[in-house]
């Protein structure tokens, strides 16, 4: 069964600290794609990654940067010099691929991200 | 930059009654979603909708919700009898087409509040 487990309910850090997230994932299928997405005190969600399985590729964006490893079912997000904007509710979630785009995703529970000035 | 949007933003409904929230998906989009999300838990899948109908839903998604498209451009989620549970942000999400089908974007949300 497809599952998500971000174990960090609540990290709490200064302004110009590294923080990263952990996703751990279970799925029974070979092809699927792991997302990111943020969801700011205002309450959208908003898209920051998508990735598929068959590419391990690290990314980075700007201060943003992911880290997939198959090996250990992972998906971690690191922030780099976080900022006050930063604080927001971080979700991990999993799609399986199936036979077309109307796949589900599965998301964690969220870890809420808090940066003091 | 295209996106999806949601209305209400709150509604605020009596058990018992029955709730229309509405959603315009991004327009060139082909699959449209339900997710909801009670305040402080995990966001979760409702349904899935592509070519009229519902691909997959989930067990929530009971005989008192249905969905519609009932134009080219509006996508609704009915809740028929409101009940004290159903109370949570509703987020409505698109994809699709081509090699960004697996990416869903959200609308900002309907918050219900069922009293």
């Known amino acids: 069964a497809q599952k998500v487990t971000q174990a960090q309910t609540e990290i709490s850090v200064v302004e110009k600290e590294d923080v990263t997230l952990d996703c751990v994932y279970e799925t029974r299928d070979t092809t699927y794609y792991l997302f990111w997405y943020k969801q700011p005190p205002s309450g959208e969600l908003v898209f920051l990654i998508r990735?598929?399985?068959?590419?391990?590729q690290n990314e980075i964006s700007g201060r943003y940067s992911w880290n997939f490893q198959k090996s250990t079912s992972s998906f971690n997000f690191t922030i780099t010099a976080s900022q006050v904007v930063d604080s927001a509710v971080y979700f991990c979630?999993?799609?399986?691929?199936?036979?077309?785009?109307?796949?589900?995703?599965?998301f964690g529970a969220g870890t809420r991200l808090a940066v003091h000035p | 930059e295209p996106e999806v949007t949601q209305t209400p933003s709150h509604q605020v409904t009596q058990m018992g009654q029955e709730v229309i929230l509405r959603c315009v998906p991004i327009s060139n989009h082909l699959y449209f979603y339900w997710y909801r999300q009670i305040l402080g838990q995990k966001v979760e899948f409702l349904v899935s909708?592509?070519?009229?109908?519902?691909?997959?839903k989930s067990e929530i998604f009971d005989d008192q919700f249905s969905v519609e498209r009932p134009d080219g451009s509006n996508f609704t989620l009915k809740i028929r009898s409101t009940k004290l549970e159903d109370s949570a942000m509703y987020f409505c999400?698109?994809?699709?087409?081509?090699?960004?089908?697996?990416?869903?974007?959200f609308g900002p949300g309907t918050r219900l509040t069922v009293t």
């Open positions: 909708f592509y070519n009229n109908e519902i691909s997959e």
């Open positions: 979630a999993l799609s399986e691929a199936g036979t077309g785009g109307y796949n589900k995703l599965i």
């Open positions: 999400a698109s994809s699709g087409p081509g090699t960004r089908v697996y990416e869903q974007y």
């Open positions: 990735r598929n399985s068959f590419d391990e």
